[in-house]
């Protein structure tokens, strides 16, 4: 059964500190993997996409990392901003499927104190 | 900022009633998507359609139905809205694969919460 697994499911940090968010995910035949920020009433924004053979890609802040071998990824932010409390989503793309099959995780609920 | 758009943002209803929940993209997508969010839980997806007429039903049961008569406007109406409804409703757009390298990138209104009394 294809899953996506998230850790932890709520994390708080304080302001200016960094934090790293799991996903493990059992997708097959996998595409790529995206981190997703979904803040309080709004939909997803892509952060980071990766494929098989990407095992890091940065956006600003926010790295990802994809080990394809152990089927797991991680997003690291540094020197986190109030602005990040969100829930930051793991996405996995089916490649089996001519619609690009998505499966979500159910995300970690970041939130920053100042 | 996605050029996809979602109307009501907040519905209160009560039940029985008929609702029609609006998405709305200028991006030229083909693919558009449905999703079910509660809170703390994944998106389900409940309806796609890849193109003009073309309409699927997702992974999630939903008593809901869809249409695409234009590209760029993909409605989902409730004919009989029940509490069991209340819950977040983001509608997503794609490129059909391969054109532009975006690998299916879906991009996300920003939501409608419908709740229903």
């Known amino acids: 059964k294809n899953q996506v697994e998230q850790s932890p499911q709520s994390l708080i940090i304080l302001e200016g500190k960094n934090c790293t968010l799991q996903?493990?995910?059992?997708?097959?035949?996998?595409?790529?993997l995206r981190w997703y920020k979904q803040d309080t009433g709004r939909g997803p924004v892509s952060l980071t996409i990766?494929?098989?053979?990407?095992n890091t890609k940065s956006n600003g802040r926010y790295t990802a990392t994809l080990d394809a071998d152990t089927k797991q990824s991680s997003l690291h932010i540094t020197a986190s901003q109030l602005s990040d409390s969100a829930s930051y989503i793991c996405?996995?793309?089916?490649?089996?499927?001519?619609?690009?099959?998505?499966?979500f995780g159910r995300g970690t609920q970041l939130t920053v104190w100042p | 900022e996605a050029d996809i758009y979602q109307t009501p943002r907040y519905l209160v209803i009560g039940t029985g009633k008929k609702i029609t929940l609006e998405c709305s993209q200028t991006?030229?997508?083909?693919?558009m998507y449905w999703y079910q969010q509660d809170p703390g839980m994944e998106l389900h997806l409940i309806h796609y359609?890849?193109?003009?007429?073309?309409?699927e039903k997702g992974d999630l049961s939903s008593e809901s139905t869809v249409s695409r008569i234009r590209t760029e406007h993909f409605p989902l109406t409730l004919e009989s809205a029940r509490p069991s409804h209340t819950s977040q409703y983001l509608c997503?757009?794609?490129?059909?694969?391969?054109?532009?390298?975006?690998?299916?990138?879906?991009?996300f209104g920003p939501g409608t919460r419908l709740t229903v009394l």
């Open positions: 997503a757009s794609s490129e059909t694969s391969g054109r532009s390298g975006s690998y299916n990138e879906q991009f």
């Open positions: 996903c493990n995910y059992t997708v097959s035949p996998f595409s790529n």
């Open positions: 990766m494929t098989f053979s990407e």
């Open positions: 996405v996995v793309t089916d490649r089996g499927s001519t619609l690009g099959r998505l499966y």
């Open positions: 991006m030229g997508h083909d693919k």
């Open positions: 359609s890849y193109g003009v007429n073309s309409t």
